[in-house]
């Protein structure tokens, strides 16, 4: 960072305009306290060079918007201080393992059918009673840090294993289906376990931890395919035995 | 051109809601949002969502007539009685079915949805995931979708993520459908559909120092505004009290519902000196505390002249991380600062948009087949000041009424041949306009437009307001629009042309803010939110009444209309 300013190198690449290449543009940046790089981004993209695409919304780690590759790890830009980004240019590159729509920018769409694959939604093991179904506050606490979720893509790319299996559900839909299976309030177990327990499912995972390394809420998606595998030899037990 | 029964925008709490029950409805859908809906702003909320459950051993007294009251009271009696009710009634079945949709809120030992207290409340009635209560209800329902999607027996129910409503389709007195742009594409097309709802959440970035998403522009407000449907009530916007300085990322009120303290420069918890909150201290509602924040800076008594310090540290690390975990982390990661150790250094921020787009009490505007639903809307239940954890509540009950009423609009309507020519004309018009804005020669930096909007609004329409400010700033507002009118876009490319897309969305957010000075130079009274310090008082005889907003060539054309009364007389707001 030279001064109060600091140069970020940033991918750029627009797969519709045929012969265009990918190629990393930099971008000098005033610094000051509290700047993160999605001010950063802003800041380039409203005052420096207005053609600069990335995604943003929420601003406050909430809505998972601007996960990308900042300066040699996965991140959100918006939770993400310039300040201790040290010298060298800060390097912004989009999610792997995805199609690339513009610059910063890639097609979700792959991400959200493995995510839809592990049918992301309660199946209720009892009809409803009139008020709430009742959970104690202990088998509530299970589902801390899976319900946490923010579905930002950012373990899945980070994922070595998703770069070699296209076809691997990957840790974002694994870890949803824990939160499925772990709710005491749901009854699909059997179901949801048969889904994660094929070929591309959590016998996959090589258990390097990047994903949860890599997580910018601080979760651990590997755990919850360790739980999954866990709870899968269990049920076979239980089926040999009865 | 693309075809639905009813088409949604905006994929937030109050549309996915709608999305569902329209779905239960056999109607088929389209759901349009500019972000994909996963992204909305409503999964940031973050404290809880009111219901009188009377789960909290202190709550067992609590009723939804004590909820109406309580936000009848809290929006300085401005809100439509008959709506209130309906809301608080309403609110213990919403939050039950989200429950059994899967919704994680947290629990009490014997297993029950947990309640907290916030401001404004007589009982403990904000039920509540940790404090990530909008992330939890965003994904039960968006879950509840894919469950839909996924039920072969369904209609349809298809998406389109980052598509932008810029038009709507006006045919006589019917709403024919919409007209959007694909971000992804910059392609211009209609949509056609019997009834068309508005859920495009709040306004908040008309302000500099919002809590809100970068995203809520208000551009889902001024397109009905645009078509001819009136605005309601937009003078009144929340300020809200704890918002981290600099960012103005929120800090939930469940901070001080759970026991936060409030500071000033001499650790003094100044709400004591203050006679609307010196009983309820750090819970009074958030006009009150808001306000006398500001009365703080102005006597010089806010730490380094700007702002607090939220004191959580007498609540223990335990407690700390059980209950307030997400902001414990926001306040880590973006100040630098561990609440269990050091108080979080606050300041009041731009936080809610009580008023919006006009609506009756099932989300009907007068312009037959288009409803509104949320944020962007103003049934009005909110009146002059929102309580805490009433606007989820808001989204859900009136995303289900509205998406209920539309249904059944649907079923009895026969869309007439010339809506489909009014629908074609309108893409057509849209078309036009976006491509004379990527081929005109303008010359103004539409950066610098708005930024000077947002200062404008910062800094003369905030929690404080007077006639030489608001005069001032209307005349700001319409030399902004009227150099708008030769604003310039530089980057001509049509795949994610971001530029393109924010200076739309600028027109749009001009005429909101618009409305939003003239309906508070005109209001001559202090009422909620609202506080003129050259009219100080609540003025019932002359001004218990809602301000519409009506679009003009010439800018907003204000009327007024009655406050729905019956339930709880007008009387002063104590504390
Ligand atoms: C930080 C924060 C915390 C909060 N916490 C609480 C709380 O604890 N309790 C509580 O009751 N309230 C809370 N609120 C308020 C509450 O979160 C919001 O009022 C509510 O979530 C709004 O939901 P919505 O569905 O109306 O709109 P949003 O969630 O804002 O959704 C709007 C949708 O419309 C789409 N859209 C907008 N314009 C267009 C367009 N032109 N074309 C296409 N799509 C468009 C967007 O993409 C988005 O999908 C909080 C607010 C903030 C800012």
Redesign the pocket.
């Known amino acids: 960072m030279g001064g109060n300013s600091a140069t970020f190198r940033i991918f750029r690449h627009d797969p519709s305009v045929e012969g265009e290449e990918p190629r990393f543009q930099e971008y000098e940046v005033p610094v000051r306290q509290g700047l993160t790089v999605l001010d950063a981004l802003f800041h380039i993209q409203e005052r420096l060079d207005s053609s600069l695409a990335f995604r943003a919304s929420c601003r ?1 780690a909430a809505c998972g918007s601007c996960a990308m590759h900042i300066a040699g790890r996965y991140g959100l830009a918006c939770q993400t201080q310039v300040g201790p980004l040290g010298d060298g240019p800060i390097v912004l590159r989009p999610l792997a393992h995805l199609p690339i729509i513009r610059d910063l920018v890639v097609d979700m769409g792959p991400f959200w059918e493995k995510y839809n694959k592990i049918r992301p939604f309660l199946v209720p093991g009892e009809p409803a009673p009139e008020k709430e179904r009742t959970q104690s506050p202990d088998d509530r606490d299970k589902l801390e840090g899976l319900i946490d979720c923010i579905l930002c893509g950012i373990c899945s790319s980070a994922c070595a294993v998703g770069g070699t299996d296209d076809a691997y559900l990957g840790p974002a839909a694994l870890l949803n289906a824990n939160r499925f299976v772990q709710d005491t309030r749901d009854g699909a177990a059997e179901e949801r376990l048969r889904i994660v327990d094929g070929e591309h499912g959590v016998w996959r995972c090589h258990t390097i931890f990047s994903c949860q390394e890599a997580c910018p809420k601080g979760l651990d998606p590997t755990g919850a395919i360790m739980t999954l595998r866990r709870t899968i030899i269990r049920h076979r037990w239980k089926k040999l035995v009865r | 051109m693309h075809s639905h029964d009813v088409l949604i ?7 996915l809601r709608a999305a569902v029950e329209l779905n239960k409805a056999n109607v088929k859908v389209g759901l ?4 994909h ?1 996963l992204r ?3 999964v ?7 219901a009188s459950l009377g789960n909290h051993p202190r709550g067992d007294y609590d009723t939804a007539m004590r909820h109406a009251f309580d936000t009848v009271k809290g929006s300085d009696f401005l809100a439509d009685q008959p709506a209130v009710v309906r809301m608080a009634k309403d609110a213990p079945l919403r939050v039950y079915e989200i429950e059994h949709w899967g919704c994680p809120f947290s629990r009490t030992d014997e297993g029950k949805i947990a309640q907290r207290p916030f401001g404004g409340a007589g009982f403990p009635r904000t039920c509540y995931a940790s404090d990530k ?2 992330l939890a209800m965003m994904h039960t329902l968006f879950e509840q979708m894919i469950r839909y999607q996924q039920a072969a027996e369904r209609q349809e129910l298809v998406v389109y993520s980052e ?4 038009g709507l389709a006006v045919d006589g007195d019917l709403c024919a459908g919409a007209v ?1 742009m694909n971000i992804k594409t910059g392609e211009v097309d209609g949509f056609k559909a019997e009834a068309v709802l508005f ?4 306004a ?1 970035r008309i302000y500099g120092n919002s ?3 970068i ?2 522009s208000g ?2 407000m001024a ?1 009905p505004y645009r078509a001819g449907v009136s605005l309601k009530d937009m003078e009144f916007v929340q300020f809200h009290p704890t918002t981290l300085l600099g960012s103005n990322i ?1 800090i ?1 009120e ?1 901070a001080r519902g759970e026991g936060g303290f409030l500071l000033n420069k001499d650790g003094h918890r100044f709400l004591a000196d203050y006679p609307d909150s010196k009983k309820a201290m750090e819970v009074a509602p958030r006009d009150i505390v808001a306000r006398n924040m500001a009365r703080e800076i102005l006597a010089g008594r806010a730490v380094e002249g700007t702002h607090f310090r939220l004191d959580l540290r007498h609540l223990g690390e335990e407690k700390i991380q059980k209950q307030l975990p997400g902001i414990r982390d926001l306040a880590i990661r973006f100040a630098g600062i561990d609440p269990a150790d050091e108080p979080v250094p606050v300041q009041p921020g731009q ?2 948009t009580m008023g919006g787009i006009d609506v009756d009490r099932s989300g009907a505007t007068l312009l037959k087949g288009l409803y509104a ?4 809307a103003c049934v009005s239940v909110h009146g002059a000041n929102r309580l ?6 808001d ?1 859900i009950v009136f995303g289900a009424i509205a998406g209920e009423a539309m249904a059944e609009f649907v079923a009895g309507h026969v869309r007439p041949a010339s809506s489909d020519k009014a629908l074609a004309d309108s893409a057509a018009r849209e078309r036009e306009a976006v491509e004379r804005l990527m081929t005109g020669g303008g010359t103004e930096d539409p950066v610098a437009i708005k930024d000077e909007m947002k200062k404008t609004m910062m800094e003369k329409v905030g929690i404080f307001r007077d006639r030489e400010g608001l005069s001032s700033a209307l005349e700001t507002i319409r030399g902004l629009k009227d150099r708008y009118k030769r604003v310039r876009v530089s980057f001509k490319g049509k795949v994610l042309n971001q530029e393109l897309r924010s200076t739309i969305e600028l027109g749009g957010s001009l005429d909101v803010a618009e409305a939003v000075v003239a309906g508070a130079l005109a209001r001559e009274e202090s009422r909620g939110s609202h506080s003129r310090t050259d009219f100080r008082s609540r003025d019932d005889a002359s001004w218990l009444k809602h301000t519409l907003a009506a679009h003009t060539p010439d800018g907003p054309r204000l009327s007024y209309k009655d406050v729905e009364l019956g339930y709880f007389e007008p009387a002063e707001r104590v504390y």
Not at chain 2, 199 to 202: F, H, I, M, Q, V
């Open positions: 406050a | 925008v905006g994929g937030g709490l109050a549309g349009i949002s500019k972000v809906p909305s702003h409503s940031a909320a973050q404290g809880g969502i009111n209560t909008g598509w932008l409503v810029i959007a859920a495009t959440g709040g908040g809590t809100n998403a995203i809520n551009m889902g397109v929120l939930s469940a936080h809610y639903a949320g944020e962007a805490g954890g009433n606007s989820l509540l989204t």
